[in-house]
């Protein structure tokens, strides 16, 4: 059974950067698959963050593509998240899935509430 | 890149049928065989219910169907069931390689 977990902080300051953690059991992230992070502010729709290909080809939202920086730990088969600059706007539950093939997300992670505030 | 269009609520009688649209662009819905439809009850992760436009999932039931018509997918439920009111998305692969959401749907089933 595949299971995603999400780990990091719960608070972070504006202006400073956003980290976030994925651990991946019951599948090797190398053995194939897309993987990827996707958020959901309080209250409001999901929103599509970026996703990857354990050997190179990695795509970003267009919106939040100059601060974010996804990255993966074959070693310890996890993956992580990097949003830079953080505002009250980026305030959200961050959720880390598997893509077969890219378009469609099949095993989810429960979440994790990141709150930007002082 | 814009988020899909989905209508904010739909509600429905137990046994009834309801239909989610979701609308895009040629860039997105029309351009590709790429939509895919997510169940999120309060307080969870979403649920992949559709893939594909059409395809299920093992172990989502039959009353779940999806379907495209140019710009424009859509979810039906039918024979609605307490248990089916939740948030639904839909997503859509992009021309430029990425993913869209649609701004998702409130079912409530009466």
């Known amino acids: 059974q595949v299971q995603l977990q999400e780990s990091g902080p719960g608070l972070v300051k504006p202006s400073e950067t956003l980290s976030l953690t994925c651990a991946v059991s019951?599948?090797?992230?190398?053995?194939?698959?897309?993987w990827g992070w996707i958020r959901q502010p309080p209250g409001k729709g999901l929103e599509w963050i970026g996703s990857?290909?354990?050997?190179?080809?990695?795509y970003y939202n267009p919106s939040l593509k100059s601060r974010v920086t996804i990255s993966v730990d074959t070693s310890k088969n996890q993956f992580s998240l990097r949003l830079s600059s953080v505002t009250a706007a980026d305030t959200a539950v961050y959720s880390c899935?598997?893509?077969?093939?890219?378009?469609?997300?099949?095993?989810w992670g429960q979440g994790t509430l990141v709150t930007v505030s002082s | 890149q814009s988020a899909l269009t989905q209508p904010a609520s739909v509600s429905g009688s137990p046994g009834q049928s309801i239909t989610i649209s979701c609308t895009g662009t040629?860039?997105?819905?029309?351009?590709?065989?790429?939509v895919s439809w997510y169940q999120q009850h309060p307080g969870k992760a979403p649920k992949l219910m559709i893939y594909?436009?059409?395809n299920r999932p093992s172990g989502v039931s039959n009353r779940f169907s999806g379907s495209k018509s140019g710009n424009t997918a859509s979810l039906t439920i039918s024979g609605l069931q307490a248990e089916d009111e939740a948030d639904y998305y839909c997503?859509?692969?992009?021309?430029?390689?990425?993913?869209?959401f649609g701004g998702g749907t409130e079912l409530t089933v009466l």
């Open positions: 019951g599948y090797s992230i190398t053995s194939g698959y897309y």
């Open positions: 899935a598997r893509l077969p093939a890219a378009r469609y997300f099949d095993y």
């Open positions: 040629s860039s997105d819905v029309g351009g590709y065989n790429y």
């Open positions: 594909d436009v059409s």
């Open positions: 997503s859509s692969y992009t021309s430029s390689s990425t993913l869209v």
């Open positions: 990857f290909y354990y050997s190179g080809s990695t």
